[in-house]
């Protein structure tokens, strides 16, 4: 069984920040790309940012400049810095990653539960 577990998420006034980690865990043989998602009421999931396994990153106009992804392979884990915090930044926001477990040998995409993120102005 294979999980990604977010954590970080809360309550944030405008303008300040927060970290997200998402951690992997399991029968995990390598991890591909890892990214984060949101969602906020009323609206359909987006991408918001994205890393490879070489470190090469992407970002919605939305959020360039203020938020930063990353990862540690070696902790299965990446990480979403979000900066100068919007009202419009409050979602949900998931883990995304394409990973190959040991038993399966073909990439698999998973999904986080979500961590909630309200930014309040």
């Known amino acids: 069984q294979v999980q990604l577990a977010e954590s970080g998420g809360g309550l944030v006034q405008a303008g300040g920040s927060l970290r997200l980690s998402c951690a992997a865990s399991?029968?995990?043989?390598?991890?591909?790309?890892m990214g984060w998602y949101r969602q906020a009421p009323g609206k359909q999931r987006e991408l918001v940012a994205g890393?490879?396994?070489?470190?090469?990153?992407n970002y919605a106009d939305s959020v360039k400049g203020r938020f930063t992804i990353s990862r540690d392979d070696a902790k299965g884990t990446v990480y979403l810095q979000m900066n100068s915090l919007k009202p419009e930044d409050t979602a949900v926001y998931y883990c995304?990653?394409?990973?190959?477990?040991?038993?399966?040998?073909?990439?698999?995409?998973?999904w986080g539960q979500g961590t909630l993120v309200t930014v309040s102005s």
């Open positions: 890393i490879t396994s070489s470190g090469s990153t």
């Open positions: 399991g029968s995990i043989f390598s991890i591909n790309t």
């Open positions: 995304n990653a394409d990973l190959m477990t040991i038993a399966i040998r073909r990439y698999l995409e998973v």
